[in-house]
């Protein structure tokens, strides 16, 4: 149980773990590792992933880009095990999907705040009740403490990304898939709310899988670019910049090689 | 020819007296307004705005009492406000109409719980299980569409006249809207929602009561006023058809008799219960619904 615990309460501020955890160093062996081996899925006759081979070690930070409709948001669902390959197989830490559920949640793009329910009930939302302090130490982490009892709707749409942050660590997760996670905010936001991934990500030390549209951001926050075209991994990039990373040339050189590789078929 | 003369005199005076009542009723907004910009508005306004809706009703009451104590209306068609409150003092001195309103009441509340859950429990399996929509929810949407009122001669060849008629024929006339917003209520629950409650690890009673009862609620809800006004308008007929007691029962008891001013106490009773059962499903509302940008009080 201990060992449950305690790498899930290191995503916490420093200052809060100090008298929970002390300042253990951060598993890396508490990430899943994700592996498919031909993994295909078709929507009629149209091929949308075709023969998909990927490894991720854990603790890795993969990000999947690609042009709307090019099946990356597909190759989420399946790792999410809420869509079924049509042949292949996808197995997390060894299991399906399903087996690895309690290990994985999902950070959408809309949020998904349950409206009926105050912000910390939202954050606690699926956790035995012995587990509800996590659900209050995942908002401090977040930043929202002092918004616990409030309603969703009175929040701002980076508060409530901030909160569907804190829900999906709040279970303490091995595996968390962010499918364009930030897409609908103001730039801004989207620079604190990418400082605050990565932070939390360098915390807890789970395998992180970003679907994004934005390659800029996939530079700052990958350890891995991945880019989808047709179906099939174009790309497969490794970003070995240090962190946290400011926009600068090797950034810029990493973007234009994404970019060059996408542009170069329209 | 003079009593003409004495109506035409009655409206003219009558018209005055409206005439001031709309004035004074302007000077209390004026000065409301007045005082709102001398920052003593804070007690006053929220008193005009609570007296409001009690306005219209109050003028309706003093014109009836007027023209019934000119004569203009007879005494015998439609009895004087005052002379209606007499017989509801009269009757509940005599302990009847106290009797009669539970009676009533329990009716109501008997059929309606009945109802009620029935059409909860068919709209919640129709709503969760694909199965069961396909099993009988064609049939309630044909059933939906007959009058519940057209069963009342195949209900008293059934049960007679006796208690039983008059509750199963106000469950039949709730379970309908109970059921089809129900149903409708969990279909439009958001299937986003639902696919992050699954990835949650949430299922069976946990996910039906942090998502699905919640997300189908305001729905519920609408349901359920819409099923009181149809157990009222029920009981009514119910019990005007055939009955020895309740409300129904006493006001055709008494035009029998030629007593209007029951059969108006009557009439009023209906709308004094029913808007107290409307206010009480509001405050329900406005408790179970507080999430709700429609019923947040903030």
Redesign the interface.
Known sequence: MASLVQPGMSFLAPSLTRDIAGDMPVSPAHGLPIRLRGVTRRFGTRAVLTDIDLDVAPGQFVAIVGRSGSGKSTLLRLL?G?DHPDAGQVRLGGQSPRQA??G???M?Q?G?L????RVLDNVA??LPRADHPRATEALHAVGLADRARD?P?VLSGGQKQRVALA?ALA?DPQLILLDEPLGALDALTRLEMQSLIESVWQRGGFTAVLVTHDVAEAAILADRILLIEDGAIALDLAVDLPRPRRAGAALAEIESRVLDRILRRA | MSERVKVFCFFSSEKKKSFSLFRSAGAVFRAAGASFLKERSKELVPMARALLPSVVPVALLIIWELLSATGAVPERKLPSPHRVLLAFWHLTRTGELPHDVLISTLRAATGFAIGGSLGFCFGLAAGISRLAENLFDGTMQMLRMVPHLALIPLIIVWFGIGESAKVFLVAVGVFFPIYYNTYHGIRTI?A??L????????TGP?LFR??IL??A?PSILVGVRYALGIMWLTLIVAETIAGNSGIGFMTMNAREFMQTDIVVLGILLYAVLGKLIDMLARFIEIEA?????SF?QA
Do not use: C, K, N, Y
Not at chain 1, 114 to 117: A, K, N, S, V
Not at chain 2, 195 to 202: D, I, S
Not at chain 2, 289 to 293: D, F, G, Q, R, T
């Open positions: 999410a809420l559920a309690p994985l949640r999902i959408f809309d998904r349950l409206p009926w329910r939302l699926g309603w709707r829900r279970a | 958001d986003g929602l696919e992050m409650a699954r990835v949650q690890g949430l946990a942090e998502v919640p997300g609620l619904l507080a999430w709700h940008p947040s």
